[in-house]
């Protein structure tokens, strides 16, 4: 491997990056990352819990109990560019010319459905009057006013959406104005997540983002407190620059810009574990910034975040008896299979078979390493064939077997064995988790203790006309949380309400009634 100059050392000093850490990074491209060994899918029974309606009044009802000495904070990774979700109208623009075709001949020509559908039910976006307005007058044919319409939406001289991160774009149509997910988190928040009469929110945004998240708070604060009766107390970090990673050309040399300078590029989701390590709260909601839902569905999911939240307060309370027990007692061997079945049953921790052998003090170390860790309960969602990642229990090269969020990338697709455990799964992972980050002395956690390093991706793209491979961290809640205690519960669908695509916007759960 190429030796780093003095230039590349002053580059990654001002990144705030290790040389140690870069040529880990390039070591591991070179050995490749490999693919998880999945042991079966997790299913109710066998690592997803399902309530009844009478249990979840029960959980819900030891949430509202304990909360109230608790500090709450929902946690919404927030810096996703729109671009991604315009790109079927990226691609309109491209290839359209209204001067030289109809809309109904470019369909023919394309099979562009994407297009026909967006065109369809345009009137239905909870943007169509803001854009109409702008636009009024200055088209003679359908084909001209789609082509405007979507020009208006998305050049940077005009609305410009395609720059907006997802949390700042009109999601819902009210009577009265037009809602952001950003607005829609604050709404949320007020229903599980208040302490008092406030609220205490904290997203993760791209720093070029900073000025339009404050100025979108400031004009819509005093609306939000007035209709929930809650204030809000926002926070904002950025992902950091030191989280970035190295790309590497296809010989795993470090890949260098025209300028000479090294190429690197942002770490992905998981690097927001570094964000999420420097909050500081008893429990903390992780919510995706495009999943929001409308108000008639408000209280389904308000009754499913108390519900996990309720999970965490009592499997915590358990466990922080036993940690203390662990600490300040010598146990019997009743104890101490009391506490293995605990966390066997409820924290869905896995023991190897040298377990039973080892000496009492040996299993006592054992049955505190495993019982002091942050704890996650994630909401899963039963199987609809949307993309993402699935709960799985799977084995480490080690042979220690744990219950784990893994995404498909993770997954040798070409192992028949493995790809038939996958088609066995009946849930997904929405992204639905509440964090439980302190110990029983009431200390945080340091999270970064927690990551399992190997749980990465390599992916291949392009710069420049050239080909480069990239590595993303584990990601925030795979193998950034590998190493938490994990408790996977059943949670309803209509707690999923992604938009990927702005054609998502015209399902029947973004359209307010």
């Known amino acids: 491997m190429s030796v780093l100059s003095e230039t590349d050392l002053n580059q990654l000093e001002t990144k705030g990056i290790s040389k140690e850490k870069v040529y880990d990074q390039i070591a591991t491209f070179k050995e490749g990352i490999p693919f998880v060994t999945l042991e079966k899918a997790a299913i109710v029974g066998d690592g997803i819990s399902k309530f009844s309606d009478t249990e979840e009044q029960q959980l819900i009802g030891a949430y509202e109990a304990a909360k109230k000495d608790l500090s709450l904070l929902k946690f919404v990774p927030a810096s996703g560019a729109a671009s991604r979700m315009f790109k079927a109208l990226f691609n309109f623009l491209d290839a359209y010319q209204p001067a030289k075709e109809t809309l109904e001949a470019y369909f023919e020509r394309t099979g562009d459905t994407d297009l026909k559908v967006f065109t369809t039910h345009i009137d239905q976006f909870p943007f169509y009057d803001i854009v109409q307005k702008r636009i009024a007058g200055k088209f003679s044919s359908k084909g001209e006013e789609v082509s405007l319409f979507v020009k208006e939406l998305l050049s940077a001289d005009a609305l410009n959406y395609g720059f907006y991160p997802k949390g ?15 607005e829609e988190h604050l709404k949320e928040g007020s229903l599980y997540a208040k302490t008092g009469d406030s609220a205490e929110l904290h997203f993760t945004i791209s720093e070029q983002h900073n000025t339009l998240f404050h100025t979108e708070f400031n004009s819509i604060k005093d609306r939000v407190s007035a209709t929930t009766s809650c204030s809000f107390n926002i926070g904002y970090s950025f992902q950091k620059s030191a989280t970035d990673t190295i790309a590497v050309d296809m010989n795993n040399e470090p890949f260098r810009n ?26 903390i909601f992780i919510k995706n910034i495009d999943n929001v839902v409308v108000p008639e569905n408000l209280d389904v999911v308000t009754r499913s975040k108390k519900t996990l939240a309720g999970v965490l307060i009592q499997a915590q309370q358990k466990a922080f008896e036993y940690a203390k027990l662990l600490d300040e007692a010598t146990l019997s061997d009743e104890q101490r299979n009391e506490i293995k079945q605990f966390l066997e049953n409820t924290l869905n921790v896995r023991f190897s078979n040298t377990f039973e052998t080892a000496s009492a003090a040996a299993q006592a170390k054992i049955l505190s390493d495993k019982i002091n860790r942050p704890i996650r309960v994630c909401g899963m969602v039963k199987n609809e064939g949307e993309p993402g990642g699935g709960p799985f229990w799977i084995v480490s090269k080690e042979g220690n077997t744990s219950l784990q969020i893994i995404e498909s990338a993770q997954i040798d697709a070409n192992n028949k064995s493995q790809m038939d455990i996958v088609s066995n799964a009946t849930h997904f992972n929405p992204v639905d988790l509440i964090c439980g ?13 927690f990551v399992d390093h190997k749980q990465g991706f390599i992916t291949e793209k392009t710069k420049d006309g050239r080909a480069l491979k990239a590595l993303e961290l584990p990601g925030l809640w795979n193998g950034a949380m590998a190493f938490w205690n994990t408790i996977f519960v059943e949670v309803p669908l209509l707690t999923f309400n992604p938009v990927k695509t702005v054609n998502d916007l015209l399902k029947p759960t973004h359209q307010v009634k």
């Open 168 to 182: 700042l774009l009109p999601f819902h149509k009210y009577a009265d104005h037009t809602a952001t997910p950003f």
């Open 258 to 283: 025209e300028d000479g300078s090294l190429l690197f590029r942002p770490g992905g989701h998981g690097a927001l574990i570094e964000n999420l390590n420097e909050q500081d709260a008893d429990i």
């Open 437 to 449: 980050i302190r110990n029983y002395k009431g200390e945080k956690y340091d999270l970064l203790n």
